[in-house]
Nanobody, 120 residues
Framework: VQLQASGGGLVQAGGSLRLSCAASGRTFSRYIGGWFRQVPGKQRDFVASINGRGGSTYYADSVKGRFTISRDNAKNTVYLQMNSLKPDDTAVYYC??????????????WGQGTLVTVSS
């Protein structure tokens, strides 16, 4: 199983970015797709998740109303549209594919991370 995250970069506060996570190696639609982020020296935090069929989504309170997670099962890809970005959103963003919950996941695989930097 391989997950390839892309789309990070440098953006000014208030701007937008779209992250992508392309997966391969197992039946994509069976697994939850999630995005997490980590600032150096801190724990990795949950950002958003979407179930296998795309009918249910969950967000951290800090990103609700600004970020949107989606997936295209025909392309084996999960997306994270990030709008109204704030400097506090600066982090390395990781995508994951798993079963269970974000707090208690099993059968999980992770992408390599993509850096998002939001300047003030």
């Amino acid at each position: 199983v391989q997950l390839q995250a892309s789309g990070g970069g440098l953006v000014q506060a208030g701007g937008s970015l779209r992250l992508s996570c392309a997966a391969s190696g197992r039946t994509f639609s069976r697994y939850i797709g999630g995005w997490f982020r980590q600032v150096p020296g801190k724990q990795r935090d949950f950002v958003a998740s979407i179930n296998g069929r795309g009918g249910s989504t969950y967000y951290a309170d800090s990103v609700k109303g600004r970020f949107t997670i989606s997936r295209d099962n025909a392309k084996n890809t999960v997306y994270l549209q990030m709008n109204s970005l704030k400097p506090d959103d600066t982090a390395v963003y990781y995508c994951a594919q798993y079963l269970g919950t974000s707090a208690s996941m099993v059968d999980d695989y992770w992408g390599q991370g993509t850096l998002v930097t939001v300047s003030s």
